[in-house]
Nanobody, 130 residues
Framework: QVQLVESGGGLVQAGGSLRLSCTASGPSFSTYSLGWFRQPPGKVRDLVAASSWSGGGTYYSDSVKGRFFISRDNAKNTLYLQMNNVKPEDTAVYYC???????????????????????WGQGTQVTVSS
């Protein structure tokens, strides 16, 4: 069973930067893809970025493309999300998750649901002030 723990959230001013981390425990971190989801207050949880098992393939939602960058360090079992030029609408709880596939964004975009993702972290709050 994969266990995920997010960190790095906080309060940041609009236009600033923040880096989130997601550390995994359990077997074979380098064999599965991971994604960053976010859930604003009162809204559904959506995928904003994802990385393939190697980091060679990535996915970004249109809302964050060009501002957020996902990366991973398989030696440290850690996934990152570099958030640049943040906006108030980026305010949300951010979660990392995996469906244990090699390219998890395909299952999300094809199914339109988060149900394929079986391992989730507890989330980290990001608040962007204007």
């Amino acid at each position: 069973q994969v266990q995920l723990v997010e960190s790095g959230g906080g309060l940041v001013q609009a236009g600033g930067s923040l880096r989130l981390s997601c550390t995994a425990s359990g077997p074979s971190f380098s064999t599965y893809s991971l994604g960053w989801f976010r859930q604003p207050p009162g809204k559904v949880r959506d995928l904003v970025a994802a990385s393939s098992w190697s980091g060679g393939g990535t996915y970004y939602s249109d809302s964050v493309k060009g501002r957020f960058f996902i990366s991973r360090d398989n030696a440290k079992n850690t996934l990152y999300l570099q958030m640049n030029n943040v906006k108030p609408e980026d305010t949300a709880v951010y979660y990392c998750a995996t469906d244990l596939s090699t390219t998890c964004w395909y299952s999300y975009t094809w199914s339109g649901t988060i149900s394929p993702f079986t391992s989730w972290g507890q989330g980290t709050q990001v608040t962007v002030s204007s």
